[in-house]
């Protein structure tokens, strides 16, 4: 017999309603089997192999990486991680769909790190050895090659379990972080039920988060929960905080409280533990404050609960006197009975003491940030570059995009017209007299593959260096010439060999949310393809025109 099991997961700052199922998490379950992690597309549940998933997102902001398939999406900034996100129904060759609330990035380990989007996702199952049925066995009208195996649900329903190396390779043959002898995963998943799988989602259902403490199952609305976290190697306790306050950790650059739940229940700590999660939630702060963010420590976390109104009853009157008493808002009874799931109210999980807490913690980071920010203006201020790398920054398909600014010899308006040269290549825009001089002229957006647009006042002509020949490429615009931290800069993932060449670097600069995409002006052009812009002949009687 298979077991499921939901577990949420999402990424801070989501809207106050959500409906889909979600997970993080990556202990096993109880009970014999192989666990997995399955979700929906298409209307058709697939599955992964617990053991490949890292974590599960919402759907990022993406940089778009140029010169790949169109399976990739861009890449996603995860915690200082640079992470490529794939559209994983663009691997398996089904419809594309606007992404939503429910969809969600499923994070695996092949070799390398990739996210893949789904629909949305559904559990975690448990499934015994006697229900794995090897790929071949079965006729499936997804593509064989990308199947791991099949498992049969105690229904007859099928699920098909997806081999992510096989999906890696079939994409990205030439990610240079795969490991050689790196196995597929030939284990297959089952299709997941929720405890409400046939209900429709309305007003007249709670959708919950639960999750486990000292034995006893409590839960919070959906809406409330953030994301759901591993637990960090450290957790940074604060002198003479409020007690229930175990510390701060870092989150994704910024420090985020963290808090005991068995504490706000009036329950001993226990020592943390990796199977421990931190569920993020919003409260609202002090009068006069905004909304604040804190994360408290669950033992387990188990799943969502999608409970009919018809279910949740308020504690009795009897029980309602204490502190932890005080924080339960409402009771589900499920499992006729056999089961309650105690659903707490986050408001009242702090009061004005650990709040005051959350409220300083929150001030003394915003100090912290602002000192940053004023030694960051004075380096700016300082001619010599240090450590750092000066870039000149500019921007095409929306996207920035940064080129070493010894690389660039200036920086030039495009003029009315350029001189057409037949049969040149496809990406040449034309000819132009830069001083006396003949100035080959690149498109770059062709270049790297992107959608042309028509010329407006905003483009801008970037001369570099290439080869010692100087040529020009038109991008949007030109943004700014940027001190760059060499600790911000790393090797881009390398998810094609002209994207490995081209753009081998980005500058992943977390502090202001932005991403550069570094570009190696040596690579631009081939030799042979230089040579050939070198000896463009102009036409007979042509008049360059002379860039402004």
């Known amino acids: 017999m298979s077991t499921t099991q939901s577990v949420p997961s999402a990424v801070a700052g989501v809207p106050e309603q959500r ?35 890292q974590e599960i997102i919402r759907m990022p902001d993406v940089v778009r990486l140029p010169l790949n398939g169109p399976a990739l999406e861009g890449l996603a900034n995860l915690r200082g991680r640079v992470l490529p996100v794939v559209n994983l129904r663009r691997c398996c060759h089904l419809p594309d769909v606007e992404h939503d609330e429910a969809t969600r990035v499923i994070v695996v380990d092949a070799g390398t790190t990739l996210g893949f989007v789904v629909d949305r996702v559904a559990a975690v199952t448990s499934v015994e050895n006697d229900r794995l049925v090897p790929a071949e066995t079965v006729t499936v009208t997804l593509r064989s090659d990308l199947l791991a195996g099949v498992i049969q649900g105690a229904g007859g329903e099928l699920t098909s379990v997806l081999d992510v190396q096989a999906l890696v390779e079939a994409e990205f043959s030439s990610i240079a972080h795969l490991s050689e002898g790196e196995t597929r995963s030939g284990e297959a998943g089952s299709r997941p039920r929720a405890e409400d799988d046939s209900d429709e989602d309305g007003a007249d259902t709670l959708e919950l988060v639960s999750f486990t403490v000292a034995g006893q199952e409590y839960a919070l609305p959906i809406h409330r929960v953030q994301e759901i976290v591993q637990m960090p190697e450290r957790i940074t306790a604060v002198p003479n905080s409020e007690r229930r306050m175990l510390g701060v950790m870092d989150l994704r650059g910024g420090l985020l409280p963290v808090f005991s739940l068995r504490r706000i229940l009036g329950m001993g700590q226990e020592d943390l533990q990796p199977h421990n999660r931190i569920v993020v939630i919003g409260v609202d702060g002090e009068p006069g404050h905004g909304p604040l963010v804190v994360g408290v420590v669950m033992d387990t976390v188990r799943q969502v609960l999608r409970v009919p109104q018809s279910l949740v009853g308020d504690l009795p009157a009897v029980a309602t006197n204490g502190m932890a008493a005080s924080q339960v808002e409402s009771v589900c009874r499920l499992e006729d009975g056999a089961r309650l799931v105690s659903v707490l109210a986050a408001e009242r999980l702090f009061d004005a003491s650990a709040r005051q807490a959350i409220d300083a913690q929150v001030g003394e980071q915003d100090l912290v940030e602002e000192e940053v920010q004023e030694g960051g203006s004075t380096m700016a201020e300082d001619d010599g570059r240090g450590d750092d790398e000066l870039m000149v920054v500019f921007r095409l398909a929306e996207e920035e995009y940064g080129v070493d600014v010894d ?10 017209s350029l001189i057409r040269v037949p049969q040149s290549l496809e990406f040449v825009e034309g000819l132009v007299n830069l001083r006396g001089a003949v100035l080959p002229v690149v498109d770059l957006r062709t270049r790297l593959r992107l ?38 800069i790393e090797p881009a993932p390398q998810l094609s060999a002209e994207q490995a060449q081209l753009v081998g670097k980005v500058a992943n600069l977390v502090a202001a949310g932005r991403m550069l995409l570094i570009l190696q002006p040596g690579q631009l052009l081939a030799a042979d393809e230089l040579e050939q812009l070198e000896g463009e002949p102009v036409g007979a009687g042509a008049q360059l025109a002379t860039a402004p």
Do not use: C, K, N, W
């Open 19 to 53: 409906s889909s199922q979600e997970l993080d998490g990556d202990e096993p379950l109880d009970g014999a089997g192989t666990d997995f992690v399955t979700f929906v597309m298409s209307g058709e549940t697939y599955a992964f192999p617990m053991e490949r998933v």
């Open 407 to 416: 690389a660039v010899q200036e920086i030039i308006r495009v003029p009315e």
């Open 451 to 488: 959608d042309r647009v028509e010329r407006d006042e905003r483009q801008r002509i970037v001369v570099l260096l290439i080869h010692g020949t100087p040529t020009g490429f038109i991008v949007d615009s030109v943004a700014e010439v940027l001190r760059v931290g060499q600790g911000t």
